[in-house]
């Protein structure tokens, strides 16, 4: 009992730091009344700073990924310049969308999420950023299809493979080649990655993309894809000028 009441004394000093003691201190119940005893299928918050409210599942993953983008800061990395473009691969419900949005007002930030159940959250959650551009689509490492192959998981950890554009279950996949050629780009400022262990065909197809990226923020997935660590240590590494941790992303700037 003692090592939970320090626990929940710890998580509740986080939020009073994060959002101030009053503020805190309510989303941090909030949140408790959510996790034990969900008030609806969905829950709107307001956070300080947003431009709009945040539409959250009270009975899945929701709530985690939550904490972890706006109390534990994930994504409030360093960056040297004001991005133009943006690409969220692994987009989930748009928190870390927005997040990003938010900081970075006018860069266009194209969103990618697989699921439609997250994907119409996702669109629920950034209605009010007019520069983010929602896919239904997967980052892979060619343009073709994909599936799901673990649709009874958790909402934030889906897991895709090649699929035939036949198969009743196939979501359309990009690569970052057609996301440039879609916008009119030549490059991409920051790609963030948290695609479940699709990494390693984007690491083993660097050769095709990695020249149009100046920033990478990656999340690697080593138990779900077993080599891919090393992978990341033998393609991506070694061509960055600067890798550094942090939170659960590898955040890399490239010449």
Known sequence: MGRRIAYYRRCLREWRTRFGPWSGTRLWLWLQIQRLHPLRKRATLKLPGLRTEITLRSN???LACFEQIFVHEELAFDMPAKPDLIIDAGANIGLAT????NRFPDATIVALEVDAENFRMLKLNTRGYSRVIALNKALWRDEGYVKIENPA????????VSAAATDPDAIPAVNIESILRLIDRESVAL???DI???EFEMFASAESWLGSVRML???IHETI?????ALFDSVIRPAARSCIRHGEYEVLHFP
């Open 196 to 198: 479940e262990g699709a």
């Open 217 to 219: 923020a990656v999340e």
């Open 60 to 62: 899945g993953s929701d």
């Open 191 to 193: 790609l963030k990655m």
């Open 98 to 101: 927005i997040t990003l949005a």
């Open 153 to 160: 998981a958790a909402a934030w950890s889906f897991r895709v």
């Open 225 to 229: 894809r077993p080599g891919v660590t």
